[in-house]
Every structure is written in C-alpha cells, then in structure tokens.
C-alpha cells in the first residue's frame, strides 16, 4: 500500500519525507529538487510482532511496511505541464492515500508562491490541478464512448462527473477502470511554525497538526518531552507516529502473522480481505493450492507462549478460504505444492 505526499514547493513534503523514512533525500529551497519521485519503505511499530517474534526467538523478524513517495512538482498549471507537469500527476495515479501537506510557517527566507500564508488558496491551488487533470482524463473517456450504444449508461455518469469535477466538487459516481487523482483519500498536514499557533483557515477535512522544524528541534528529547513540547505548541501529541497511525486508519490496513522456520513477519492487509487472498499475498503457490488456514489469535499465542501450547489448549481454529482476516491473527496456511 502506497501513501504519497504531495503539496506546493517548499511547504515540506520532502523534509516530512526525510523524517518518515529516515532516509538521505535531498532538502533544499529551490522548487523541483526532487527531480523525480523518491520512494521509501517505512516499518509499521508493532510491541506484538515482538512479542510473538521472542517467544519464536526467531532470528529474521520482518516488520510490516508501509511505501511511501514524495511527490515533487506540483505547482499551478502542473495539469497542463507546467513544472513537472503530468510526470507528478501520474506518480499521484498509484498512489492509495495523499497525505496534503499545507505550509502554515512563515519563514521569510523559504521561498513561498506570494509572501503570504494562505493554506486555504494553497489547498484549492493543487486541488484545481487534480480536478483539471481528472477533467482532460473524463473528456477524453467521453470522446471514446459517446458514439458506442452500448455505452449509453457510462456515458451518462461520465457527463455527471464532468460536470462535478468543473464545478471544484469531489464526483459521487464513479465509472469503472477511471483513473482519477481528485477521488483519492486526502489527509491533510498542517505544517507549521514551532509555536503552533498558526489559525489556519481549512476546516471540515481529516486534519493533522505537526511542525517539521519542531520536530527536527526535539528529535533528541525522549519521548515523553517531545509530548508535552508538541502538547504545548497546539499540535498533535503523537507527532509522526501518530501520523503515520492516522495512514493506516485511513488506509484500513491491520497486520497477521506468519511464523515458518526461523522467520516471523508481520504483513499489512485490508481490513476484510479473505484468507485466500491474504495466502496469495505471501505467496502464489498458497493461493492457488489453498486447502485450509490455522488460525490463532496473536494474544493467545503471546499467552500460551508458543503454538504448539496454544492448539493443545484448543484455541487455533481451523478455517475455509471465506475466512476474513483479523487484525492480529497468526496464520498457518496448508496448501498443495
Ligand atoms: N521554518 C521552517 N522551515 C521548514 C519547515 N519545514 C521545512 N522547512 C524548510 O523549508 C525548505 C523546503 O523544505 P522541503 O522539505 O524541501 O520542501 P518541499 O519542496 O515541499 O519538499 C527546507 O529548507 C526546509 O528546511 C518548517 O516547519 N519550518
Ligand atoms: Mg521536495
């Protein structure tokens, strides 16, 4: 699963990025350093994989990633190629959840589109860009249809997101194998000056408070101090990880577990998905030649301190491929080779 951040020049995507992801991506004031796309896995915490993964005293333990990218170029115009144009449009396509980050700091010496800070203009300045970009993708798609009986249907809910996206509004109809961006879940990331107090003008989306410059501040605090400094500052508590909590929220992932020789990992799935698709995730082979899934819930395990203990007290269950995954389960599959 793919989170993509995206938002003017110099707002802070790639330093947010950076710190995500740990990672050596370039920062600097100049619009367009990231020339392209950088991409980064980021390990999802988990105090249960851990636990299971001491009781299995397993030497490869393998945490669940979450890949996110960073997404350059957007400026006014970007839909009819300005900056990097439709480049950053179709990195936008893959992506499952756009984390918006809005510049609230006011910095002089950080090159800002006007000198002042309007997160509300700057959020409707890339939202128009979606929406023109999704416009050309509809046009285009009616273009291709409208002379097709058999597409009348299609048609008639192509016209009714034409007419929603050049209005500035999110379509309610959707048409099948539509690539739209403006569709997409959105999270928006205020990021502001160190004190917080910035009244930003943008009500009424799934909004989270952070100041990148705060956080690069405190980053050898502990944690408990980093809490109380961000409590005071009027920004969320939790800081990254509270964001990145947030994604998988949004994303409805939850994790299960495998445990095969000396290898315990945790993998991210959507919350719902059956087990036969969870088995194909791992690999193939286990899709194809399904039979059954052992299933045991994670505390059990971590309770009876092991599987073996945990089947023998009558807690695994053995399930068909309809089963749904729940967040927690260690999952054995037995499949044809
Ligand atoms: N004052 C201040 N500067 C920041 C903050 N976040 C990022 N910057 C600086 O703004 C510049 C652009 O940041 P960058 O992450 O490259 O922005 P991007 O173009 O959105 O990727 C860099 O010099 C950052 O150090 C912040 O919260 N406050
Ligand atoms: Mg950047």
Known sequence: MKVGIIGLPNVGKSSLFNFLTRGQVQVAKFPFTTIDRNVGMVTISDKRLEQIAEITQASKVRFACIEY????????????GDGLGN???AHIRDVDLMIHVLRCFADPDIPHIDSQILPQRDYEIVRAELYLSDLGVVERRIDKIKKKAECREELKNLLMIKDALSKGQVPETTVRDLPLLSTKQELIVLNLDEDGRFEADIKGFDIYRLSVKLEEDISDFTEEEKQTLRKDAGLNPTGFAGLMRLCM???SIIIFYTIKGCETRAWPIKKGTRVLNAAGKIH???KEG???AEVLEGKDFIACGGFSPAQQAGLTKIEGKEYIVKDGDIILIKFRK
């Open 290 to 292: 399904f039979i059954k």
């Open 249 to 251: 929220e949004k994303l």
């Open 87 to 89: 480049k950053f449009l």
């Open 69 to 80: 990218v960073d997404i350059a170029g957007l400026i006014k115009g970007a839909s009819q």
């Open 284 to 286: 193939s082979d286990m």
